[in-house]
């Protein structure tokens, strides 16, 4: 049995990504590697976890909740070993989906994966080439437009990413330029580009 710490879990919609306005169960697990100056989930990682939930506890919540999904999200999920609570989310036949900065090996082995993994990468953090690789999706995080240069290195390891979604920062929607050069990358390079956004926080929602 493994104890995870536990920042909070809830039940809600997906915000972000492919999965947008599906609804979902998240476990935000405590603790993470990265530290982002502008992280928006700072009781992840500050302080002390709220409980700690064994993946039983976890999977039996999941499940009880009418969500079509977990989501299992930080912090840095990937500090924590994945396998057990991946093994009981299959076992109460919850599709389980990562959200992840990529800078740790995401632990997967035989029937213990998971259905969707959604990478968001961290200029200053780099993610690994393993992580990419592994991404359904990613997600970039943009306050500043000079940032996309730099993102784009990040792409070609992302052999396997169903989209690209480039969101503003919170804290620039309502930025004429930032929102503008965000539509005006995604038309230029076409593919697997979306113009993102938290989409929860327009629905107050956690
Ligand atoms: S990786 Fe995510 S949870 Fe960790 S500090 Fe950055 S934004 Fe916050």
Redesign the pocket.
């Known amino acids: 049995m493994a104890l995870y710490p536990i920042a909070e879990t809830f039940f809600s919609i997906q915000g972000e990504g492919c999965h947008a306005g599906r609804r979902a169960y998240f476990a935000r697990l405590f603790g993470?590697?990265?530290?982002?100056?502008?992280?928006?989930?700072?009781t992840?990682?500050e302080g002390l976890p709220d409980r700690r939930m064994s993946e039983s506890e976890i999977a039996a919540e999941a499940a009880a909740s009418l969500a079509e999904f977990a989501v299992i999200?930080?912090?840095?999920p990937c500090m924590h070993d994945m396998r057990p609570l991946l093994s009981a989310l299959s076992s109460v036949n919850v599709a389980a989906h990562l959200?992840?900065?990529g800078?740790l090996r995401i632990d997967e082995s035989g029937d213990s994966r998971f259905d969707w993994v959604a990478v968001?990468p961290?200029l200053f953090?780099p993610p690994l080439e393993s992580s990419l690789a592994r991404a359904d999706e990613l997600k970039f995080?943009v306050s500043d437009l000079r940032e996309l240069g730099e993102y784009e290195n990040f792409y070609p390891a992302a052999l396997n990413a169903k989209s690209v979604w480039i969101h503003p920062v919170w804290s620039g929607i309502s930025d004429p330029d930032l929102l503008e050069g965000i539509c005006e990358f995604v038309k230029s390079k076409g593919g697997k580009y979306r113009a993102g956004w938290q989409m929860h926080k327009c629905y107050f929602a956690r």
């Not at 993470?32 to 700072?42: H, Q």
């Not at 999200?73 to 840095?76: A, H, L, N, S």
């Open positions: 993470c590697n990265v530290k982002c100056r502008w992280c928006d989930s700072r992840a990682w999200t930080g912090g840095e959200e992840t900065s800078t968001s961290k953090a995080i």
